[in-house]
C-alpha cells in the first residue's frame, strides 16, 4: 500500500463497467485515480464520492478518448492535481456486432474511433508525458484469439490495440515503463449484456470451464497486478483474463 500511495493512474471509460472496477481497486491499492467518462457525468461523480468515502482520492475527467485535444487536456489535468501520471488503463471501449457484409459505415468508423483512435491518443500522450518506472495497461478482448462470428470490426480493434503494445513496449525502452495488455473473455457489463438474447447470454456462460461469466472485477484484479508491484517484471504480454475460455 506505501509503496503506491502517491502514484497517480488513469483509468478511461471508468464512469460504469470494469473500468470502474478498476477505479475502484486501484484507488484501494492507494493509487490516486483519475476517473475518466465520456457522458455519464454523474456515475463518474458518485464513484469519485465512493473512492473518497473509502478514504481514497479520486478526480473525475470528461473526455471522449476518440478526440486528441480532450485527451491532452486530461492529461493536463491529472498533471496539475496531482503533479504526474504513473499508470494509464486504456479500458473505454464500444462494441458494435453484426457481419462484415452488413457492418456499415458508422459502425466501423464508431469503433476505430473509439477503440483504435482513442487507445493510439492516450497512447501518445502517455509516451510522452509519463514518469518514468510507470505502467501502461490496454484493454484487448478474448475475441482476438477467439475470432466470432460478428465480430470482424471489435476484433480488427483489439487486434491492432494488442500490435501497438508490443511496439509500445520496445519503444518505451530505458525508462522503466512496462506496456502490457489485458483481454477479457464475456464480462457481465452493459456491453456485453445489452441487445443480446438470454439463451445466446447462457451459451457463452458456459463456453469458460469455470462456467460463469467475467465480473468486472475479475478483470480489474488482473489490471491491478500488472500496475502494482508484483507485475514489475511483466512487459509486453497480452494477459486472457476469461476463465479459461481460450
Ligand atoms: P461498458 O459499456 O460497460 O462501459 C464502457 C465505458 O467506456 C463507460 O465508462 C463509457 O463512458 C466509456 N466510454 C465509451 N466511449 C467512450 C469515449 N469515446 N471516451 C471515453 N470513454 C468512453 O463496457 P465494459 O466495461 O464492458 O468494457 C470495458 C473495456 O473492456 C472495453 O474496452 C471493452 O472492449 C473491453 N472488453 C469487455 C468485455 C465484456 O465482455 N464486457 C470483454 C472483452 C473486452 P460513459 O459511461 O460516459 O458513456
Do not use: C
Amino acid at each position: 500500500m506505501n509503496q503506491v500511495r502517491s502514484k497517480v493512474a488513469i483509468v478511461t471509460g471508468a464512469s460504469r463497467g470494469i473500468g470502474a472496477a478498476i477505479a475502484r481497486r486501484l484507488a484501494s491499492d492507494g493509487f490516486r485515480v483519475i476517473v475518466n467518462y465520456a457522458g455519464n457525468a454523474n456515475t463518474a461523480a458518485e464513484l469519485v464520492d465512493q473512492i473518497e468515502a473509502a478514504g481514497g482520492q479520486a478526480i473525475s475527467a470528461q473526455a471522449d478518448v476518440s478526440d486528441p485535444l480532450a485527451v491532452k487536456r486530461m492529461f493536463d489535468a491529472a498533471e496539475e492535481t496531482y503533479g504526474g501520471i504513473d499508470v494509464l488503463v486504456n479500458n473505454a471501449g464500444i462494441m458494435k456486432l453484426a457481419s462484415l457484409a452488413e457492418s456499415d459505415d458508422a459502425l466501423f468508423d464508431s469503433q476505430v474511433a473509439i477503440n483504435l483512435k482513442g487507445s493510439f491518443n492516450t497512447l501518445r500522450e502517455a509516451a510522452k508525458r509519463m514518469r518514468d518506472g510507470g505502467r501502461i495497461i490496454n484493454l484487448s478482448s478474448s475475441v482476438v484469439g477467439l475470432r466470432p462470428l460478428n465480430y470482424a470490426v471489435y476484433t480488427a480493434t483489439k487486434a491492432g490495440v494488442e500490435a501497438m503494445t508490443h511496439i509500445l513496449t520496445k519503444e518505451l525502452r530505458g525508462r522503466n515503463i512496462t506496456v502490457n495488455a489485458v483481454a477479457p473473455g464475456p464480462t457481465a457489463t452493459a456491453l456485453f449484456l445489452d441487445g443480446k438474447r438470454q439463451e445466446v447470454i447462457d451459451e457463452l456462460t458456459r463456453l469458460a470451464p469455470l462456467e460463469r461469466l467475467g465480473q468486472p472485477e475479475d478483470i480489474a484484479s488482473a489490471i491491478a497486478f500488472l500496475a502494482g508491484p508484483d507485475g514489475a517484471w511483466i512487459n509486453g504480454q497480452v494477459l486472457r483474463a476469461n476463465g479459461g475460455i481460450i
